[in-house]
């Protein structure tokens, strides 16, 4: 029975060093509570801390613990002469003293204890809050680690899969990567687009405009394009050509050449 009592104490605490960051010397917080069982049993709370984990194991109070104790009356002078006894960590509330409960609640939100509880409220209180493990004597006699409850594993999950995965920063930075590549398009954010600026064409990508050749008649005028044109009801028209006109007096003077040369002959 005791290799298989320290098989799952070991199995247990596997779990929450492996995904709660537990280190060794283990820590356990004991409360009033708990001090009394064990006194009335007469239970070696240090040495028995030792053999059940089997590593170095610092048990601690708190003021508030000893202080609560204290308030209990004469019935409970033993149990707060062996709080006394152990080492004791600063919880804040030395000004303003809180219930050993209040105390270890607020203890265990920036440091990792074991809590060593018979209280039921504080027990039912570390199954609902990941990363606390709860230890207590069960039958008031028997010393008991507690399986990590639902919500413990449900936590130990989460933070795998965030370890496992990509943070947000990083997926952020990938996609900007990709986007500047050309691998993805832009994601549009719905905000306004901003208008392009109109850049002149790059004037040696441009390609020069052709010339239309005329050809050249006899008199060496232009020539015009010969071809038809189609004009309404499908008549052929030809295009009448362009008379020019001469002056007045070189006319006279082809005249009077002309008649000139017939007379000498």
Same mark, same amino acid.
């Given at each position: 029975?005791?290799?298989?009592?320290?098989? *799952?104490?070991? $199995?247990?605490?596997?779990?929450?060093?492996?995904?709660?960051?537990?280190?060794?010397?283990?820590?356990?917080?004991?409360?009033?509570?708990?001090?009394?069982?064990?006194?009335? !049993?007469?239970?070696?709370? +240090?040495?028995?801390?030792?053999?059940?984990?089997?590593? +170095?194991? $610092?048990?601690?109070?708190?003021?508030?613990?000893?202080? +609560?104790?204290?308030?209990? =009356?004469?019935?409970?002078?033993?149990?707060?002469?062996?709080? #006394?006894?152990?080492?004791?960590?600063?919880?804040?509330?030395?000004?303003?003293?809180?219930?050993?409960?209040?105390?270890?609640?607020?203890?265990?939100?920036?440091?990792?204890? !074991?809590? &060593?509880?018979?209280?039921?409220?504080?027990?039912?209180?570390?199954?609902?809050?990941?990363? !606390?493990?709860?230890?207590?004597?069960?039958?008031?006699?028997?010393?008991?680690?507690?399986?990590?409850? +639902?919500?413990?594993?449900?936590? &130990?999950?989460?933070?795998? *899969?965030?370890?496992?995965?990509?943070?947000?920063?990083?997926?952020?930075?990938?996609?900007?990567?990709?986007? $500047?590549? =050309?691998?993805?398009?832009?994601?549009?954010?719905?905000?306004?687009?901003?208008?392009? $600026?109109?850049?002149?064409?790059?004037?040696?990508?441009? *390609?020069?405009?052709?010339?239309?050749?005329? =050809?050249?008649? =006899? *008199?060496?005028?232009?020539?015009?394009?010969?071809?038809?044109?189609?004009?309404?009801?499908?008549?052929?028209? #030809?295009?009448?050509?362009?008379?020019?006109?001469?002056?007045?007096?070189?006319?006279?003077?082809?005249?009077?050449?002309?008649?000139?040369?017939?007379?000498?002959?």
């Amino acid at each position: 029975m005791k290799i298989t009592k320290h098989k *799952k104490t070991r $199995k247990y605490m596997s779990f929450y060093i492996n995904n709660f960051g537990f280190r060794e010397p283990l820590l356990v917080l004991i409360d009033g509570s708990f001090c009394h069982a064990a006194y009335k !049993i007469r239970l070696q709370i +240090e040495e028995q801390l030792k053999k059940y984990f089997q590593c +170095e194991v $610092k048990p601690i109070v708190t003021a508030c613990i000893i202080t +609560e104790t204290d308030n209990l =009356g004469p019935g409970f002078t033993g149990t707060s002469q062996l709080l #006394k006894k152990f080492l004791v960590h600063r919880c804040g509330h030395e000004k303003r003293p809180l219930d050993g409960s209040s105390c270890i609640k607020s203890m265990t939100k920036s440091c990792h204890y !074991i809590v &060593a509880t018979q209280d039921r409220a504080l027990q039912e209180w570390v199954r609902e809050h990941p990363g !606390i493990p709860l230890f207590y004597l069960h039958n008031a006699s028997v010393p008991t680690l507690v399986q990590p409850s +639902e919500a413990h594993r449900q936590a &130990a999950a989460e933070g795998q *899969k965030s370890r496992v995965g990509i943070r947000e920063l990083d997926q952020q930075t990938i996609q900007k990567l990709k986007v $500047k590549e =050309g691998l993805v398009a832009p994601e549009s954010n719905g905000g306004p687009k901003k208008k392009r $600026k109109v850049k002149n064409p790059n004037p040696l990508s441009c *390609k020069k405009p052709k010339k239309t050749k005329k =050809g050249v008649d =006899g *008199k060496g005028t232009p020539s015009e394009s010969k071809s038809p044109t189609v004009g309404e009801g499908g008549v052929v028209k #030809k295009k009448s050509r362009k008379r020019i006109k001469l002056p007045k007096h070189v006319i006279e003077h082809l005249k009077a050449g002309n008649g000139g040369g017939a007379g000498a002959s």
